[in-house]
């Protein structure tokens, strides 16, 4: 906040002011910029240490309502007033703050810091957990993966101890008996603001309580908080909206997430592009893209990341008697049907859709892609069936499409492959699992039983044969793009060019809150933190974003080390002939997946799925008004693509294979 370019305001503009209706018990405490317009201030009282901009500009409102800038029926106390801002109808009072330029604040009771506030910063969200032990101290900056490590990591006590030190100081600098609005933001027709920052070009409309929290905000994504909302300690990412009568209570808001009709968030965390309309969240980790659309929604004491929860979804956190104490884990990409119901504590692996109600304790963690269903009270499994679905295929494609985020800085680093060497290894442990069950329970068995869930043989028997071509797909996705893109003359330079470059993401991976990673980078980034090679927030957000960027390398290093295990391909010795045999299996593979995703799309078009058409008309009617609606079978988009992504794949196998080839004939 300079103030070298003002001077004391002179006695000719007093004279001005006072005849506008303005009054100061102390003038000279009123320091205005040269060419200031006395005119464009009316009806105003002043007191404490007063900066006054230039008000010049023409402030045009809906309508083509056009006012000129200034300050008009207001009371400023100890407030550093920018040019052309826009000050009017003002109930109580504006005190302690720094208002931007181009500012518009009107119809307000109370905009106010009271006393030294860190305005949201070092608040603690108790996640998970409502009776505490997993707190995540929220800052301006934070990262769905500070916040994961924040969370999880509490076997580390010194890191924990480190990374609160750090937030601790970010908060201590963050205080102040000032607040600021910035440039561009407007403030209108609200009731009570206190303690509350107010980031640039945001817009707060109708709220009807702010305290102790931060509005961040920026000219290429602008935030929103509007109508009827009341939030309490507090901070919103940019580009984030808040609306329509929401309650948020210690709560962080990331950026590109939705908050609105009404909904209810408490000791919660929301990352990249989430979503919560009419329902209830209490004590979550939302990871990027956790959804909430319905009313009677209820997500509790869990970790969540691309997660769809239907109507009526809802979770137990009371197991026993001693209180709020038992957390969920639903891993990323699954799906919550309408009515479905998991007791806690409890883990779901990957891109598993769960229906019914579930009042065991079960772990399907490593076996993704899943259905978890009730039947007659009890759990039943179906491992690997989501590989073949349609809605899977679709989430894939729309998740980056629905990535809201403008900000030049994205504060949570996001990799959407559906694939990836978290899911895939989650995979090939599955496949133990299952080889194991039979084994150890006999093939004639009619169920198996693994963590409180029950499986027919039959469904086993398909889980092992869909994880395989699975697995499959994956491997020769890196493969196959390396072997067709790249030149390669003989053998020597075939395997110089599939050989990983290093060890590094050879080994388990995990996922930090949609970013996986190799667990070893994390445990390098916890030493580092511990022993001061890592001593700020940004440097950990950077940290973030390299890993983001070394993504392909590491994935293929994993790739690569598996080829080995699972298919005897080592890139140290691998023939022509043994990657071109591999190709055409990975063209099956893909093949056999779409086929199967193709027919469980054509479900959507059966005559079953047209009840409900045609509503004054027989069986010719129906059929034309569903095609009317709902398009031709074959000219469906999702349809469409997998047809595609068939002969896309195809073409490409038959490519790398024609060059394999060809090396072949030349030894």
Not at 268 to 289: D, L, R
Request: with cysteine; glycine share 8%; proline share 3%.
């Amino acid at each position: 906040m300079a103030t070298t370019n003002f001077r004391n305001i002179s006695v000719s503009e007093i004279e001005i002011l006072r005849h506008n209706g303005c009054w100061c018990e102390d003038w000279s405490k009123v320091n205005v910029k040269e060419g200031f317009i006395p005119e464009h201030v009316r009806n105003v009282s002043f007191s404490g240490e007063v900066f006054l901009g230039v008000f010049r500009r023409k402030i045009e409102f809906a309508g083509g309502i056009i006012r000129p800038s200034g300050i008009y029926n207001a009371t400023i106390h100890n407030c550093y007033i920018d040019d052309d801002a826009y000050i009017s109808h003002i109930k109580n009072y504006i005190a302690n703050y720094q208002v931007g330029k181009n500012v518009i604040v009107e119809s307000v009771d109370t905009l106010v810091v009271d006393g030294e506030s860190s305005f949201g910063n070092g608040v603690c969200v108790a996640v998970l957990n409502e009776t505490g032990g997993r707190e995540i101290p929220i800052y301006n900056e934070l990262s769905a993966h500070t916040a994961y490590l924040i969370a999880f990591y509490r076997h580390k006590p010194s890191f924990i101890a480190k990374l609160r030190e750090m937030i601790d100081e970010y908060a201590r600098k963050a205080t102040s008996a000032k607040g600021y609005v910035g440039d561009g933001a407007r403030i209108t027709g609200c009731r009570n603001i206190v303690n509350v920052n107010v980031g640039a070009y945001a817009k707060i409309e109708g709220v009807y309580r702010l305290k102790n929290g931060t509005v961040n905000s920026s000219a290429k994504d602008p935030s929103y908080v509007g109508t009827g909302v009341i939030a309490e300690n507090f901070i919103t990412a940019s580009g984030c909206s808040i609306g329509e009568s929401s309650v948020v209570t210690n709560c962080f808001v990331g950026q590109g997430t939705v908050l609105g009709k009404q909904y209810s968030a408490e000791n919660s965390v929301f990352f990249a592009n989430c979503q919560g309309f009419h329902g209830e969240a209490c004590s979550i980790f939302a990871g990027p893209y956790t959804v909430s659309h319905h009313k009677s929604t209820l997500l509790i004491a869990a970790y969540y990341s691309f997660l769809n929860a239907g109507s009526g979804s809802n979770q137990s956190n009371h197991m026993y008697k001693l209180g709020p104490t038992h957390q969920g884990i639903v891993e990323r990409g699954s799906k919550t049907a309408s009515d479905s119901y998991i007791l806690w504590p409890a883990k779901v692996g990957a891109f598993t859709l769960v229906m019914g109600r579930h009042y065991r304790n079960t772990d399907t963690s490593d076996l993704p892609f899943s259905y978890l269903v009730e039947n007659s009270n009890e759990s039943f499994f179906a491992p690997g069936v989501n590989l073949r679905s349609i809605g899977i295929v679709r989430d894939a494609q729309k998740w980056p499409k629905r990535d809201r985020r403008k900000d030049d800085n994205l504060l949570d680093c996001i990799i959407f492959d559906l694939l990836s060497p978290y899911s895939v290894q989650k995979i090939i442990k599955g496949v133990e699992i299952l080889e194991n069950l039979k084994k150890t329970s006999g093939p004639a068995s009619d169920y198996y039983m693994y963590n409180s869930v029950k499986m027919t043989n039959r469904s086993l028997e398909r889980g092992i044969y869909l994880y395989r071509l699975g697995i499959v797909k994956f491997l020769g996705n890196g493969l196959l793009r390396l072997l067709e893109t790249e030149n390669y003359r003989n053998e020597e330079e075939l395997r110089a060019l599939i050989a990983p470059k290093s060890e590094e993401g050879t080994g388990e991976w995990i996922d930090m809150a949609g970013l996986p990673t190799p667990k070893e980078m994390v445990a390098k980034l916890i030493a580092d933190v511990e022993n001061g090679n890592i001593h700020s927030l940004e440097a950990m957000n950077e940290m973030y974003r390299r890993w983001m960027e070394n993504y392909p390398t590491w994935s293929w290093n994993w790739t690569a080390a598996r080829l080995k295990s699972e298919e005897g391909i080592d890139t140290t010795t691998v023939t022509a002939r043994q990657l071109a045999e591999f190709s055409e299996k990975w063209k099956n593979a893909v093949v056999k997946l779409d086929d199967m995703i193709y027919e469980d799309a054509k479900k959507e078009f059966t005559l079953k799925s047209q009840t409900g058409f045609g509503i004054d008309g027989k069986d010719k009617t129906r059929i034309s008004d569903f095609e009317n609606v709902r398009g031709e079978f074959t000219s469906h988009p999702s349809v469409k693509e997998i047809i595609e992504h068939i002969e896309r794949k195809s073409r490409q196998a038959e490519r790398v294979i024609g060059k394999l080839n060809e090396l072949i004939k030349t030894k």
